[in-house]
């Protein structure tokens, strides 16, 4: 068992496992943020709830899939990198896949980027800083942060890279515990796309309603 962890196979698994646990929080916390839409009490509500003890263990459980999710994705492109030296001709890549699967390291990189900034603005605040000190509720925090063009431009982009990542990403981890046939790959390629369109485009129009209307 121990060998299956360590192999190329293995750390694939690990990584699509981890992927489509991080794709259930993003749905969750999606959900959280089109409360933005509804106003400050819908909010502040939803925060609340995502103090709840049972959300507090899950919390440790993220960062630890976010971690290892990251960790193997690095191993697995330094590992692909050195068993390929040299490159293939591109006369015929467009054809076999598509721009995300072959981008799938830079675009997680730059998804990871704007998670630190997300962390530093935002994961901070709320524990440590203005909100945990209730100088300010957790929507004046939010609205008033997407309102800044550089930032809600930044958002905007972020859940782009999101969902091209996503578009990828989703079908692939199906792909590699098991449903790897061609019917099976065609649904997932279609779920995928839906998954890649309503988080590019759910995160989008929260930034897009504070840049417009203000907070």
């Known amino acids: 068992m121990s060998n299956f962890f360590t192999s190329s196979i293995g750390k694939k698994f690990i990584m699509s496992i981890t992927g489509l646990f991080l794709i259930l929080f993003l749905c969750v916390h999606l959900t959280v943020n089109l409360l933005l839409l509804f106003g400050a009490d819908a909010f502040n509500a939803g925060c609340e709830f995502m103090e709840l003890p049972v959300i507090k263990v899950i919390e440790p459980i993220l ?14 492109t330094l590992q692909n990198q050195k068993a390929r030296p040299t490159k293939y001709a591109l006369r015929n890549q467009s054809k076999n896949c598509t721009w995300a699967s072959r981008n799938m390291y830079i675009l997680g990189a730059l998804v990871l980027a704007f998670l630190v900034l997300h962390i530093c603005n935002f994961w ?10 209730e100088t ?31 578009s990828h990403g989703f079908w692939s981890a199906f792909q590699t515990i098991g449903f790897s046939n061609q019917i099976w790959r065609k649904r997932l390629e279609y779920v995928a796309y839906f998954f890649a369109f309503v988080f590019a485009i759910g995160f989008s129009v929260i930034a897009l309603r504070f840049l417009i209307f203000g907070a």
């Open 136 to 166: 300010v509720t957790q929507y004046e925090l939010v609205s008033q942060k997407l309102a800044q063009p550089v930032y809600g431009i930044i958002y905007i982009i972020a859940a782009i890279l999101l969902g091209l990542h996503l």
């Open 63 to 76: 960062a630890l899939g976010f971690i290892i999710h990251i960790i193997w994705a690095s191993v697995l």
């Open 124 to 133: 901070l605040d709320f524990k440590f800083g203005d909100v945990a000190n």
